[in-house]
């Protein structure tokens, strides 16, 4: 769900940031929608001129530059910017920015002695800010860059800009359910989301973190859902690799929030493993073609670090298949593993030494 329709006291996180705008007085409003924008449009009500950012997944950064060139058609002298996941951006706090408002204005609400939003950029900056946002920055860098000319305005009193985060485990239930959806209609596996299953997915990441792995490598990224689960639960990264490109992945971990966490790799796993670094890796999760992986080996154990965990799904569901990788496993006198039975079966294999 993207964040725009979450509820949060009795209305759309969408509908509020609009609403502040209102009561502040801004003469013009321009909301700029990514995530499922259709879905937005018709579901949320009182919205004023809205425009797309069909680039949403790359992060804030864009949605802003969008938002800056759908104004720059207009007359305003200045822009301020309303982050819809910050409820408690008062109209108060808002109307305080906007007293500064001038072409050549950079305005900040404070906070002790921190800075924050709401944030005010005049017209005569607004082409350097499109031309320095990226990411999750926003005009960040922009800032920082014209400290010197940036007034910071008290509304601390009045406004808190806490960032609310939309609760994980929704979205992941949605991508678990939209996956099953997708794969009953599918008659060729290779083509089907395969997801890990939830029961699987909670024991995989309490093994992450009692283990305290920080590099992690995933091999089967599908539409990213395992890999959202792993990123949240580590304090390092996860890279997840796959054949085919990450575009539906990339856009769930922007949904997430866990775009920083996650470095996306479109190659073949085998070959991936065999140029990684000998012990650079904490926790590997294999969740792709069960028969490669046997013709990967020795790589699954060469990358793995003493006490690292290799971690196999699907070896209840479909056995057969993973038999042979399993034995060379179990030949290995450096691992203890076991079969635990939960999803479709995931065996955990601990590296010794």
Known sequence: ???????????????????????????????????????????????????????????????LCVGLQALAETTASAVVVLLVDMPHVTASAVRRVTALASSDAL?????????????????????????????????????????????VVPVDDVADDFDLDVP??????????????????????????????PDAAELLTMVLRIGGAKDIVEIGTSNGYSTLWLADATGGTVTTVDVAPPVDARANAARAGLLRKIIFETADGGDFLAARPDRSVDLLFLDADRPEYPG???????????????????VLSHPDEVAPFLRLIADDADFTATTVAVGKGLHLAVLNR
């Open 296 to 314: 990967w080996w020795p790589h699954p154990k060469r990358v793995l670090r003493p006490g690292g965990v290799l971690a196999i799904d699907n």
């Open 168 to 197: 994980l485990r929704a979205l992941l239930d949605d991508l678990y359910a939209e996956g099953k959806a997708f794969d009953a209609g599918q008659s060729d596996r290779r083509d089907r989301r395969r997801n890990l299953e």
């Open 107 to 151: 305005v900040m609400g404070g906070y002790g002695t921190r800075r924050g939003h709401p944030v005010l950029l005049g017209r005569d900056h607004w082409a350097g800010v499109i031309e320095t946002a990226s990411g999750d920055k926003g005009a960040r860098d922009y800032l920082r860059a014209h400290a010197s000319e940036l007034r």
């Open 1 to 63: 769900m993207p964040k725009a329709l979450v509820a949060y006291d009795g209305k759309l996180l969408v509908e509020r940031a609009a609403e502040t705008l209102r009561e502040a007085g801004v003469a013009l409003s321009v909301v700029v929608l990514g995530a499922e924008a259709p879905r937005v449009s018709d579901v949320a009500t009182g919205l004023p001129t809205t425009v797309i950012n069909p680039d949403w997944p790359s992060g804030l950064g864009s949605s």
